[in-house]
């Protein structure tokens, strides 16, 4: 039997070999030994952001990790540090992207084809048939944003992380056993996705024959994994929310971020003397907040905590203050057939890119394509899959494409115009060359429609456009008023447009239409109640931008018709100041012997503060509009609007050759004037009220005013 030596007999020789130091703290001791370093970025939603702050402290103590590795959050943070990006440029990122916008639910979209109609009901026809979609965040715009993001680490990669300037390890969780998978190979930003699938918020990324969720359901502070791959200290970025006692019940925004916190919550791990805990205190933010406010405070956050727990730790590695090389990319890059068998598909995305044959490297190009992608409604996900070695990178996509066949129903509720009902249909690949085809009819007391549209994506040259036919029926009664607001009866006019031309997707969302178009419509004279028939021919350029939520934010349209011609423009902003959310708005018009149905109403659609809907027609507009909104109780917001506008009939049209105005061509309510935009007929107005969003859409309920001495209720359920 071999003879043992007693334990304290042991612990007294490492003593007397180490001069006693062994029975001395770890802060005692001074430095440690080198050793290979991981950093570990736990998940947190949002709060994740707090990771760009201890990269700021990390570089300004000189420290680089040999390793990074991150779950959820943690692996969109790791991934840019990883790809050589400095925490500056992270944060910057982070700034820029629209993520609040991303990670916030939205409800159910239609087809860009059509426009800024809001579906209460949306059928998707997938796998297993048609489906209701539900209220979700937009998982296209995720997806497209990290290819564009991380597009350099994916080209240096090349499918092995280990290649990059710092290695990486992604972090996702198996669905088919709650197994941690920690991905090192790959599509670079297919991995982040599968690791930020947060349960109820995206859908899990298929790879391979797996699905994967979020990296934090199985490995929130991944620590084990970086020991496996090699690490012998570790330095731990926490944002995991320890619960409270109390809980709101009442709030399902509290009750989900809770939910979120809960299912990221496991053992705490077991850390070494040598290794660091950097733990932000972020019980004050929510998983889901991506605002700027909360993005600064954040960023803040993370770094003082890190520069404190870096200071009281005597046992981190020696360095200089450096950034990582952001690495030398491959010279060319090219498309080949990769893993899909859509080789039509593949080609589109080719074109798309701008890689029908091998190209230079540009990767803020690149970014810009492979995110304008994203918006052309063509493929529900692209994964590039980069291989290859050398100077040359080859790209294989991997292709989702959008359900086929869509359909959708729409309802919408106006005090003054009644009910509105729309529904719509869309088929993205009939037989014939492929062609997207898409009907809506809309059905209202006042206006009703059918529109039918056809359009194909194809290619001039280098640049993508999509040949257009559409069909517009309308049958509108013009609202008609005196200049007490009195109603008088309406005018019926019945139009029908057929047009043929050119669309092409631009940057940052906006859609451009060249089209050549013949016009015909029947109105009823207002003098002498002859009807009239006329039409036309001409041409338009259109170009609209539509939000995540389909709201319009941009519409400039000119028409020139052998009859008529007109051009108006309505652009709106979106930002926020003290707690407020700001709405401008900018309305112009200019137009030249309009039709009845063609003429410019104060304020369109949303009117004006304290005038009935389709008040003030004129050949000319103006009108400049700010709302602010602010939370008021619960889902209710405070809505507070100023507007300033004018109509009129200028010297453009309707006058004969003596200056006089024609009088078939006066409308009931309309100012007139002798030039564009004179000091004639401006108001002023305002409208105070609440809104709220709701599965319908959203609601409002304002009281408007003007100097007019005018005073209408306004109230809205839906999408007008």
Not at 29 to 52: D, W
Not at 389 to 394: F, H, Q
Not at 504 to 521: I, P
């Amino acid at each position: 039997m071999p003879h043992r030596i007693p334990t304290r007999a042991l612990w007294f020789a490492v003593a007397l070999l180490t001069g006693g130091s062994a029975f001395l703290p770890v802060a005692a001791q001074g430095r440690c030994a080198p050793a290979p370093t991981a950093l570990v970025l736990s998940g947190g939603g949002a709060k994740g952001l707090a990771h760009v702050g201890v990269l700021r402290a990390l570089e300004r103590a000189g420290i680089r990790p040999d390793l990074i590795v991150g779950s959820s959050m943690g692996s969109v943070v790791g991934a840019l540090a990883a790809s050589g990006y400095s925490a500056a440029s992270i944060d910057s990122i982070a700034r820029t992207l629209p993520l609040a916008e991303v990670f916030r639910t939205h409800e159910p979209r239609g087809p860009a084809a059509w426009g800024s109609r809001l579906p209460l009901l949306l059928w998707e026809e997938g796998e297993q048939g048609f489906a209701i979609q539900g209220a979700s965040v937009e998982q296209r715009a995720i997806g497209g944003m990290l290819g564009e993001v991380l597009l350099r680490g994916n080209l240096l990669a090349r499918g092995d992380f280990d290649r990059l300037p710092i290695p990486l390890r992604v972090v996702a969780t198996n669905l088919a056993d709650r197994g941690i998978t920690p991905f090192a190979s790959g599509d670079l930003a297919r991995a982040v996705r599968a690791s930020i699938a947060i349960p109820l918020v995206f859908t899990p990324q298929r790879i391979g024959d797996s699905v994967y969720a979020d990296g934090g359901l199985s490995a929130n502070i991944p620590v084990e994994v970086a020991r496996r791959a090699g690490a012998r200290r570790v330095i731990v970025s926490d944002v995991t929310e320890l619960p409270s006692d109390t809980l709101n019940l009442e709030s399902p925004f509290v009750v989900a971020d809770r939910l979120l916190n809960w299912l990221f919550r496991q053992p705490d791990a077991e850390l070494d003397a040598t290794d660091l805990m950097i733990r932000s205190p972020i019980g004050a933010f929510r998983a889901l907040d991506f605002s700027p406010g909360a993005i600064d405070a954040l960023i803040a956050l993370g770094e003082r905590t890190a520069d404190s727990a870096l200071a009281a730790w005597r046992c981190r590695p020696e360095g200089a203050a450096t950034t990582p090389p952001l690495g030398r990319l491959p010279a060319v890059v090219r498309v080949v057939d990769g893993p899909s068998a859509d080789r039509a598909a593949v080609l589109q995305v080719r074109r798309a890119l701008g890689l029908e044959r091998t190209a230079p490297v540009d990767v803020a190009l690149l970014g810009r394509r492979l995110a304008r992608l994203a918006d052309r409604e063509l493929f529900k996900e692209v994964w590039l899959n980069p291989t290859g070695r050398g100077d040359t990178v080859l790209l294989q996509p991997t292709l989702t494409r959008l359900p086929r066949r869509v359909g959708g129903i729409g309802l919408s509720y106006d005090a003054e115009l009644g009910g509105r009902l729309w529904a719509g249909v869309l088929d993205r690949h009939l037989p014939l060359l492929g062609t997207e085809a898409s009907g809506v009819l809309t059905l209202n007391r006042f206006a009703s429609s059918l529109e039918v549209t056809a359009r194909r994506e194809t290619r001039l040259g280098q640049s993508p456009f999509t040949p257009i036919a559409r069909i517009d029926l309308r049958d509108t009664d013009m609202r008609r008023f005196g200049l007490d607001g009195l109603e008088l009866p309406a005018t019926q006019v019945l139009t029908a447009r057929s047009e043929v031309g050119l669309e092409r997707q631009l940057a940052l969302g906006f859609r451009l239409s060249l089209l050549a178009a013949h016009e015909s419509w029947r109105e009823r004279d207002l003098v002498d109640e002859r009807r009239l028939t006329r039409s036309t021919v001409g041409g338009a350029i259109h170009l609209q931008r539509l939000g995540l939520d389909r709201e319009e934010l941009a519409n400039v349209e000119v028409r020139v018709t052998e009859a008529y011609s007109r051009a108006a423009a309505v652009i709106r902003f979106n930002g926020a100041f003290g707690g407020f959310r700001l709405e401008p708005r900018v309305r112009l018009g200019v137009g030249h012997d309009l039709p009845a149905n063609m003429v410019f109403t104060l304020g369109g659609a949303d009117g004006f503060p304290g005038l009935h809907l389709g008040e003030r027609p004129g050949d000319n507009e103006a009108l400049v509009s700010l709302t602010l909104t602010r939370p008021l109780i619960g889902p209710i917001r405070l809505r507070i609007g100023g507007a300033w506008g004018r109509t009129a009939f200028g010297e453009t049209s309707f006058l004969t050759p003596n200056g006089d105005v024609r009088p078939d061509r006066i409308l009931p309510g309309a100012y007139t004037a002798g030039r564009w935009f004179g000091p004639e007929g401006w108001l002023v107005g305002a409208r105070v009220g609440v809104g709220s969003d709701t599965p319908i859409g959203p609601v409002r309920l304002e009281y408007g005013v003007n100097d007019a001495g005018r005073k209408v209720v306004f109230l809205r359920v839906g999408r007008w």
